[in-house]
């Protein structure tokens, strides 16, 4: 069954450092979506991406982060210079065209800025 | 702004037993969508399933099923038979009628299941 992959499963970064956490959506799906979750509060939604341009973001998203498809395959979430407050599981999630209101989420990738 | 609520951070069950997760949120609209999600310790999130708020029949699948309670805002998850398996994080979530549109999460509720 096809599935959303997220690399790595555990980063641990130094604080202003930049980082980048790769996912590879569902091969024939269209958007894509990138979540995330603080130990112990609830899942929060960062950005969505269609057609190579951001669709929608939240006041999360702010200038630090960015997203980007570079190869067709990978959707990458970078943080320019994390902060401590960065530390989170980080969530991609994509699903197959506009009408469609499943989302497919990877399996997170934990960062932790130290 | 449309929030929802999960009041239980933790519930048990035994094993083969019944249990019901709750679920409130705030929306203005009327048309929606509204999910629940499964996270195991393998953390990848599953969905469970999905009710559309035009549709006044209760979602059910296999062991799972809701109860929607549109004029209240209340959508309760019921997992028939228990199993070990079903030991997971269960988020609610609220999607726009639009599609595509943010999933806005609840806090989730920690169900174990005990042999």
């Known amino acids: 069954e096809p599935e959303v992959t997220q690399t790595p499963s555990h980063q641990v970064t130094q604080m202003g450092q930049e980082v980048i956490l790769r996912c590879v959506p569902i091969s024939n799906h269209l958007y894509f979506y990138w979540y995330r979750q603080i130990l112990g509060q609830k899942v929060e939604f960062l950005v969505s991406f269609y057609n190579n341009e951001i669709s929608e973001k939240s006041e999360i998203f702010d200038d630090q982060f960015s997203v980007e498809r570079p190869d067709g395959s990978n959707f990458t979430l970078k943080i320019r210079s994390t902060k401590l407050e960065d530390s989170a599981m980080y969530f991609c999630?994509?699903?197959?065209?506009?009408?469609?209101?499943?989302?497919?989420f990877g399996q997170g990738t934990r960062l932790t800025v130290v | 702004a449309q929030t929802v609520t999960q009041s239980q951070p933790e519930m048990s069950v035994q094993e083969a037993e019944t249990v019901t997760l709750s679920c409130t949120y705030d929306?203005?609209?009327?048309?929606?969508?509204l999910f629940w999600y499964k996270q195991p310790p393998s953390r990848q999130m599953i969905l469970v399933i999905r009710q559309e708020a035009y549709k006044q029949q209760n979602a059910t699948e296999n062991r799972f099923s809701v109860n929607f309670q549109k004029a209240a805002k209340s959508f309760s998850l019921k997992i028939s038979d228990s199993q070990l398996g079903d030991t997971a994080m269960y988020f609610c979530?609220?999607?726009?009628?639009?599609?595509?549109?943010?999933?806005?999460f609840g806090k989730g509720t920690r169900l174990s299941v005990i042999a």
């Open positions: 999630a994509s699903s197959r065209d506009r009408q469609d209101t499943e989302a497919f």
């Open positions: 979530a609220f999607m726009s009628r639009f599609g595509n549109t943010p999933l806005v």
């Open positions: 929306t203005s609209e009327s048309n929606y969508y």
